[in-house]
């Protein structure tokens, strides 16, 4: 099929790109139909038949998903003027676009995609000569930080029951969960600690008492 046949259709088969993948691959579509403005999704369609060549299947299309995401934004906006072309874009209506995924309820994790994506995108464009922008639209402080986990700890109803029966282990098992569970050590440091050249280790616990445990 001549390129122009697919490459101006708004949904794309993963072999028009003449990509040798495995089979599954040769069936996978990547669609355009939710980027509305003409704009993006003519510079959507060259980056994507670019990144596709070394990146996987499952990135292409977060990729895309992001663009649509822009794309919804840049639709909807009533804050500011939906611009024409890339080169219309400003940092105004990107710090619009941080509050519309605020907006739609996305998680820090889903707008730091969201966010590096888009940033990577336009830079992409602007790196290759495709656009020409007026000023710069991110930063490394619009990227919203991951939320620290709260640590886990495991009840002490459950603690007793495994406790219970400890005696029934292999001495050398009992002893390394012993160990685990006096020091507050990670499982990998254990290993680690199991695999060291000193014979003795001096093991320190949270509540200030030292174990001395032979490796």
Known sequence: MPVSNWYNKDTWQYSDLGIDGNQADRKITFTFRRIHQTWLKTLAKRYIQFIAINKSVHFVHQVISSLASFSEYLAASLS???????????????????????????????????????????????????????????????????????????????????????????????????????SGMRINELITLCQSSPQWSHLSSPNGATLKVQS
């Open 80 to 182: 500011c003027k939906e611009p024409e072309s890339a080169d219309e874009m400003t940092r105004q209506i990107t710090i619009g676009y941080f509050v519309f995924l605020i907006n739609k309820g996305n998680t820090a994790v889903t707008r730091q995609h969201r966010i590096l994506t888009m940033a990577k995108f336009f830079e992409s464009c602007q790196e290759w000569g495709w656009i020409a922008l007026k000023e710069r639209l991110f930063y490394s402080e619009d990227v919203p930080k991951r939320p620290l986990k709260n640590p886990r700890f495991i009840p002490d109803t459950v603690l007793n029951q495994f406790n219970a029966h400890l005696n029934d282990m292999d001495p050398h098992i009992r002893r390394l969960l012993l160990v685990l569970q006096a």
